[in-house]
């Protein structure tokens, strides 16, 4: 079975400009949950979606937006960038959302805000 | 609020050597706790997880144990090799909540060398 794979992998953007990564999940999984890791900061929990409905959100700014479709791909979104948004973007799967599910990380997308 | 505290922020040792890492939590109450290992370049991958009534668990040359009455879990490695070279997160996750309310140590870099 294929992994979590994540597109691109790296990505260099300026300040005020906006951003779109993909994730694409084990096939089967429903859930799907993104991260930002800096690392001063360690994993945040940015948002996380379950049969196309975003079930939770972290403690980021309304620029960060997230999508996920019908075939469970997800998307998220981050407009305005700021330098602060310099971080390696790690999107999970997992088949449902619970206690003891294991997530699946992917290999992230690298960004690079100038 | 709750935090987890990892220890030692960095590590080089040995090829061959053992080394042991901690892990500090104030999640309270308390549902699970995982060892992830990250690759350079790679997401986390689930090496342990463990339950508050656990006290051990291991996972080939890795073993974690936990002790929920001091909130505290090591994550021991056995026979280094070049290949544990690597970041270990400790995540926690609480009795209520989704993988929002996961809470992510900023992790320990291992470095095994020859």
């Known amino acids: 079975k294929a992994g979590v794979t994540q597109t691109p992998r790296y990505l260099i953007k300026t300040r005020g400009q906006q951003v779109t990564l993909s994730c694409s999940p084990i096939s089967g999984h429903r859930s799907v949950s993104w991260y930002q890791q800096t690392p001063g900061q360690g994993l945040q929990f940015l948002f996380e979606y379950f049969s196309e409905t975003q079930r939770n959100k972290g403690n980021f700014p309304g620029r960060f937006s997230g999508r996920q479709f019908s075939n469970s791909r997800s998307e998220m979104n981050v407009s305005t960038l700021e330098l602060g948004d310099s971080a390696l973007y790690l999107c999970?799967?997992?088949?449902?959302?619970?206690?003891?599910?294991?997530?699946?990380f992917g290999p992230g997308t690298r960004l690079l805000v100038l | 609020k709750n935090q987890v505290e990892q220890s030692p922020q960095s590590l080089i040792i040995l090829e061959g050597k053992n080394c042991t890492l901690q892990?500090?939590?104030?999640?309270?109450?308390?549902?699970?706790l995982r060892w992830y290992k990250q690759d350079t370049g790679r997401g986390p991958v689930s090496l342990t997880i463990?339950?508050?009534?656990?006290n051990t668990k291991s996972n080939g040359r890795y073993t974690a144990t936990l002790d929920a009455d001091t909130k505290q879990s090591s994550l021991h490695i056995t026979a280094s090799q070049l290949s544990d070279s690597a970041s270990y997160i400790c995540v926690v996750r609480p009795d209520t909540g989704t993988a929002s309310k996961l809470t992510f140590g900023t992790g320990t870099r291992l470095q095994v060398t020859l």
């Open positions: 999970a799967s997992s088949l449902v959302s619970g206690d003891f599910e294991t997530q699946y």
């Open positions: 463990m339950t508050f009534s656990e």
């Open positions: 892990c500090n939590y104030t999640v309270s109450p308390f549902s699970n």
